[in-house]
Each structure stands twice: as structure tokens, then as C-alpha cells.
């Protein structure tokens, strides 16, 4: 029973990582038929093709063998191909500049839309909001040799109103080694604790951890949290790239994780419930999303900067140079895949230990 149990987990994390690399095509599709550019294919999978229909505009639509992701063929995509004279106005390639541009950043786009749409339904299912209870006392902590204990409600700090956990964890915070005098709740009666904080990275510390109640959020709610959330995400991911590339965050800690390791990722989530999953479903969205607009070619980043040098020299990118970038960029995909494959054997990801 846990195998199958399992088997259907890891059926989830490809259906979940999927979505994402569809959502993200869908993009650039949706993009490309509005900007008027013909789409030649649009696939659900890779692999020998079982399934397949064209429609009246002559966009082939199917499935293939190996159900993972997706792809569009746009016509004029590539330069080296031959274009019918009659649908040169509709290549890509003769497109205006912010027409290709539409169609390079529709992916990204797209995967942040998901984002924002999976994070409402992870809000709409219940969150756990912390409440001013105590649940956890941490031995050796100020909490502990001071008299605090598990459900005392506490309600003030140096007699400012506390109403909340923020409130607890921003007023704490102010007062790093100092003596305070927190108030709490304790069997129906209002007790006075004096404590000296530790001082923890220039912060206050008292060393206690709150109760959690579950609450349901109104759909207005629902939408700005959703949109905060995925702004939040959005600006943390920018930041650890922008780490990394200055050398806060030392290269040994930015491991790459090949496609096993995501998907392993992904079962690992489904284990702990399909909220959880939802979430990081569009957490990973979003992480696709800008990812791709690294700007490395074949990469959506990559196309973008060539779109921009094309415009800005109003004429195409030699050949050989283009042929050249995209090689790099291959290069470097490949590495990075092939150093994620071999991570992934030798230390594969826990979620618990991150």
C-alpha cells in the first residue's frame, strides 16, 4: 500500500512539474497567435507522436509519447529555416520589436499568473495563523528561566499591547540584552514576568514558539495575499540570485538540481499533503518564470537581449555570432544539468533538512 502510495506521489510531482513547463509554453503561444505570428505546433509531452489534430489556421495540436512538459514550433524561430513567400508576414522572425518581445517574455508571465492562481487556492484551503499562546518553551532560554510555560497568553511587553505574534516578534526584537517585563495570561489570571533577553544577531530573544489556529480568508483577502505572496517570492529570488553573483552566498551552497531531483522534490512535497504541494507548485512556477530570463540563450532571457541589440542596431545579429551565443548557452545548461544529475545521485535533496 505505502509503494503504491508512493508511485501516486511521484505521478503527482510529474503532473505538477508539467503544468508548469504547459503554463509556461501556453505563454508564449497565446502570445504568438496575438502578436499574429503562426504557430506551427503546440505538443503536451515529448518524444514519437500519438496524438495529433491541425486546425483550420494550420497549427498542429497532439500529445506525445512522454508525457512531461510541452513545446511550441513558431514559424521563423529559427533563422535557418525556409519560409514560404506567402507567410513570410507571419514569421517571427519579421515581426516589429515589441511583438517579439510579447512573445519571449509570455512564459515568464504566464508562470507568474499560475503562481498568483495556485497561491489563492493555497489560501482559500486554510492557513495556520500563530497566536500570542505559548506552545514550546526552549530549554535554557530566557522563556525558561524565567517562569514562562506552555499556554500562558502573553499580552504586553513593558506594558505595550501585544495582539498578535508580529507584535510579539517586532517588540521582542527591539530590546536585544535588555531587562523587560512581559505580561501573560496564566489560568484566568495576569501575571508579570521579568526577563533579560538575549541578544541574537543584534535581536532580542526570548525563546518560545506560539500556537497556531487554522483561519479562513475571505476572497478579497484571498487576492491580496496572493498577489504579496507571489511579489515576496518574486523579490527573495531576485535578491538571492544578485547573493550569489556578488559572493554573499558562496557557490558551494547554490547547488544545481537536475530535472531527477525536482521531480523528487515534488513527490516529497505531495507527502505532506496536496496543500503543500499546491504551494510549492507555484513556488516553482515562479522560480521557472524568472529563471528563464537569465539571459543566456536558448533561454527567454537570452532571446530578449538579442531582440533588444537587433532593434537598437535595426539589423539582424550575424550568423555566426548568434551561432556562437547559443552555443555558450547550450554549454552552459548542459553543465549545469550534468552537475545537478550527479548532485542529485551522490546528496539528493531532503526537505526536511533544508
Do not use: C
Not at 556562437?324 to 552552459?332: D, K, R, T, Y
Amino acid at each position: 500500500m505505502q509503494s503504491l502510495i508512493v508511485i501516486l506521489q511521484y505521478i503527482l510531482a510529474i503532473i505538477g512539474l508539467s503544468l508548469i513547463v504547459i503554463v509556461h509554453e501556453f505563454g508564449h503561444f497565446l502570445m504568438a497567435k496575438l502578436s499574429g505570428i503562426h504557430v506551427e505546433e503546440f505538443f503536451i509531452g515529448f518524444g514519437p507522436k500519438l496524438f495529433k489534430f491541425k486546425d483550420r489556421r494550420g497549427t498542429t495540436y497532439g500529445i506525445s509519447a512522454i508525457p512531461v512538459g510541452g513545446y511550441n514550433k513558431l514559424l521563423g524561430m529559427d533563422r535557418n529555416e525556409s519560409i514560404p513567400p506567402d507567410m513570410k508576414d507571419k514569421s517571427y522572425h519579421n515581426k516589429p520589436f515589441y511583438k517579439k518581445l510579447l512573445v519571449s517574455i509570455g512564459g515568464p508571465v504566464f508562470n507568474v499568473i499560475f503562481a498568483v492562481i495556485l497561491i489563492g487556492i493555497f489560501l482559500s484551503m486554510g492557513v495556520l495563523v500563530p497566536t500570542t499562546i505559548i506552545d514550546y518553551v526552549q530549554p535554557e532560554a530566557p522563556a525558561e528561566k524565567n517562569g514562562f510555560e506552555i499556554g500562558d497568553e502573553v499580552v504586553a511587553l513593558n506594558d505595550q499591547k501585544i495582539e498578535s505574534w508580529d507584535d510579539f516578534s517586532v517588540l521582542t526584537k527591539k530590546y536585544p540584552g535588555k531587562e523587560v517585563t512581559y505580561t501573560v495570561i496564566r489560568n484566568g489570571e495576569e501575571i508579570k514576568l521579568e526577563v533579560k533577553l538575549n541578544n541574537v544577531e543584534g535581536q532580542g530573544y526570548l525563546g518560545i514558539s506560539p500556537s497556531s489556529v487554522e483561519e479562513k480568508l475571505g476572497f478579497l483577502e484571498i487576492v491580496k495575499e496572493s498577489f504579496k505572496m507571489t511579489w515576496d517570492i518574486s523579490i527573495g529570488y531576485v535578491k538571492v540570485i544578485g547573493m550569489l553573483f556578488s559572493g554573499k552566498i558562496p557557490l558551494s551552497e547554490a547547488r544545481p538540481v537536475s530535472p531527477i531531483g525536482v521531480v523528487s522534490i515534488f513527490q516529497q512535497y505531495a507527502s505532506t499533503g496536496m496543500q503543500n504541494f499546491i504551494f510549492f507548485v507555484a513556488f516553482v512556477s515562479i522560480l521557472i518564470g524568472f529563471s528563464n530570463l537569465i539571459p543566456i540563450l536558448p533561454l527567454d532571457g537570452g532571446n530578449i537581449v538579442l531582440i533588444i541589440i537587433e532593434a537598437i542596431r535595426r539589423k539582424p545579429v550575424p550568423r555566426k555570432v548568434l551561432e556562437i551565443f547559443n552555443f555558450a548557452g547550450i554549454f552552459i545548461l548542459v553543465s549545469i544539468l550534468i552537475i545537478g544529475i550527479v548532485f542529485d545521485i551522490i546528496k539528493p535533496f531532503n526537505i526536511m533538512n533544508m
